[in-house]
């Protein structure tokens, strides 16, 4: 009897081969996917469930709620994995092949959801006929306009913007996640050997300062300046400085302001200032070496990296985040 392999969370190679099942249209693939679905809702249900019950005590910290999130993701892998699950695995599942049969024929009759009909486009368009006067019955006919999209501004971030992090499965996408650690990697594993953070820690910071690379400042003429962790230029600063819009919070409001910041040559030399700042600067000095994902995003908000209240709460989520993880294994 061979034992059955329990899924582990830290396992990204099972994630990665998810990925290469999905792309080759492995029919095993739509139940790995669904379990994952079934998994996520799991997980998000537990969440709910910790923070309706009150953690203020003896025993309640930073670590242990960390580590019971940890649990959390880990059991829910576990549930969406057994024989039933909830079930919702298998109505997914279901659905999922139910979209991607062939058409068949229906001896009793039409589908319960019949397909709608493709309709050929008009090559050109029919001729009308309309009265003198340019309207129908007497009536003028009201000029149409379509509608103008308002432009969406993208907030830059800095250490003094930090905006709630891009949403993993939306604005961000995964596409965009994968190619942001594909260039920002080796950097980062070169400033992990000097300051010995982990280089996912580093990856999952320039994710949170530069909304995955989209949000980074650049020059007027749109060249990139590589500032992914909005470090500014101070007085002490000799290089290249490229200005931008930030957000600052003084008293807990946040303020708009242009700032001056550092513009580096490459991601590589931005990681490198970046780990300069941290071993030559008493203030970062718990920061440094730190192993444990919640001990180095407060370590950094207690030092004053940044002035968002929420910084180091958001920085926890990128660095335990499925769109990290995924990424970092492709």
Do not use: C, H
């Not at 991607?100 to 039409?110: A, S």
């Not at 050929?120 to 340019?134: E, F, I, K, Y």
């Amino acid at each position: 009897m061979t034992a059955s392999v329990q899924p582990n969370i830290f396992d990204v190679g099972s994630l990665a081969a998810l990925k290469r099942q999905v792309a080759s249209s492995d029919p095993q693939a739509l139940r790995a996917a669904a379990q994952q679905f079934e998994a996520l809702f799991l997980q998000q249900m537990l969440k709910s469930m910790r923070d309706a019950t009150p953690q203020d005590g003896m025993f309640d910290s930073d670590q242990t709620r960390m580590y019971q999130s940890m649990l959390d993701q880990q059991l829910s892998q576990v549930l969406s994995t057994k024989a039933n699950g909830t079930g919702l695995a298998a109505l997914i599942e279901k659905q999922l092949v139910r979209q991607n049969q062939e058409p068949q024929n229906f001896p009793d009759g039409l589908p319960l959801v019949p397909t709608s009909p493709s309709l050929p486009l008009q090559d050109r368009a029919l001729p009308v006929t309309m009265p003198a006067s340019g309207g129908l019955d007497g009536l003028p006919m009201p000029t149409l306009r379509a509608p103008v999209a308002a432009p969406v501004a993208t907030p830059l971030r800095s250490s003094g913007a930090n905006q709630p992090p891009v949403n993993s499965a939306g604005a961000a996408g995964s596409v965009a996640a994968d190619e942001f650690v594909r260039n920002v990697m080796p950097a980062a594993t070169e400033a992990s050997a000097s300051t010995d953070i982990p280089a996912s820690f580093l990856v999952a910071q320039a994710a949170l300062e530069s909304g995955w690379g989209k949000s980074e400042p650049r020059f007027a003429d749109g060249r990139s300046s590589y500032n992914v962790f909005g470090i500014k230029a101070g007085a002490g600063w000799t290089g290249p400085v490229v200005q931008a819009s930030t957000t600052e919070y003084v008293n807990g409001i946040a303020q708009n302001r242009r700032e001056n910041f550092r513009a580096y040559a490459s991601y590589a030399d931005a990681f490198r200032d970046y780990a300069t700042l941290m071993t030559t600067s008493p203030r970062y000095a718990n920061v440094v070496g730190s192993q444990d994902a919640a001990g180095f995003a407060r370590g950094l908000q207690r030092a004053g990296y940044a002035t968002d209240p929420q910084y180091a709460a958001k920085l926890e989520r990128i660095i335990a985040s499925n769109t990290l993880r995924i990424s970092l294994a492709s």
